[in-house]
């Protein structure tokens, strides 16, 4: 979604915005870099969402794939953003990372939705590799060189995987199931999923592991067909006895509790997811102000009405206070964070805000414009439906209260 529009009498389009600097109807872009180099790769972002704002409308509508915002970031490093640059990535750390993809949500939602679960995975690989783990510098490196693209199965996995996992009498598994919410699976060269050993239920142990999607047995079946988020084609994966050596295998818990794989996954989706969505709400902000201060309401241009000032500043705020605590909860795990159920709990508590204050801040920009917001040629009617995926993905708003309301009162957290 860009930050300006151009409009006829019942229709808005947008079209490509600066990177940095003031809003198309005045007053300062949302987030406002609060720290030397916080907006390192804003630019870059932009550069993407224009290119891909160009596309949108058609992905949109017909559910394919951002393919052409993909090629932009493979072109220009994006896809390498958090790897570490003696690697031969950007160098990205987190805050900057949800700096750059806030930037590009305000062109697309769906481009930087689908990237969103390649940067956050291999921001787990950055998290791994300083704690130690061997592979994670290999897959890193492959990223950087080769654009590997890192696909996520966590929303229809989570704590109880059905997909099992067989043993094939040398060390290694037969995994055969059903995975649903594959992001970017057009576009993705590897999964990082899990199954059960042996068959779901108490007491079974649940493996995590990652497949190339080009091994024998795996199957993309398109099934993405959904109310908004339309471009990111999360289609289903189909394992059919795919073979997953047993050094592959990165990560072990029960069935049913959250372990150190989906803590890991947690604190690192939880701040990009949450940037992403505060993203898509900004670029709807702009468009309503910028467009309040063309039209007019009889005599009147609706920017010199008093409901209006209202709404803009309320907007402003939610924006505002929501990214404070996206960062605040960034600050508070500090750089030492470790996968526990308390860090996990700060970031979520910043994501549930994030993704509600984002949801009343694109109702409000409709209200600004009223019902022109409603015709499927306004980008406001597709940040509408976009914004709304944010409640899906774990932990829901209100399995993030309970989840911390628990911990204040001494339970251990290995549950949702």
Known sequence: MTPTTTTTTTTATTTPGPANGANAGGGLRHPVPSRPGDDAFVALAAEIGEIAAEHAPDH?????????????????????????TELGGLGATMRQVCYA??????YDGASALAVTMHLYTTLVQCFRRRAGAPDAEGVLKRVAEENLVIATSGGSDWLWPDTVAQPDGNGGWLVSGRKTFCSQSPEANVISTSA???????????????????????????????????????????????????????????????????????VHFAPVGAATYLGIAAGARDVAVSEATKKARGTTPLSELSRIHRQVGLMDNKLSVAWWGVMGAIDQIGDSYGPNAATASTVMLAKRHAVLEAIEVVDLAMGVLGGRAYFRT????????????GVFHPFTPENTLSYAGRLALGDSGATE
């Open 60 to 84: 949109d509508r017909d559910a394919t794939f951002v393919a052409e915002a993909y090629e932009a970031m493979r072109e220009r490093g994006y896809l390498r953003l958090a790897v570490p």
């Open 101 to 106: 993809q806030a930037e590009l949500a305000r």
């Open 196 to 266: 059960v050993a042996g068959e779901p239920g108490e007491g079974a142990e649940v493996l995590h592991f990652s497949v190339p999607l080009a091994a024998e047995g795996v199957r993309l079946v398109e099934t993405w067909d959904t109310m908004g988020m339309r471009g990111t084609a999360s289609h289903d994966l189909v394992f059919e006895n795919v073979a997953v050596p047993g050094e592959r295998i990165v990560g072990r818990r029960p069935w049913g509790e959250l372990g150190g794989p989906l803590f890991a996954a947690l």
């Open 378 to 389: 306004s980008p406001l009617e597709r940040a509408f439906r976009d914004v709304r995926a």
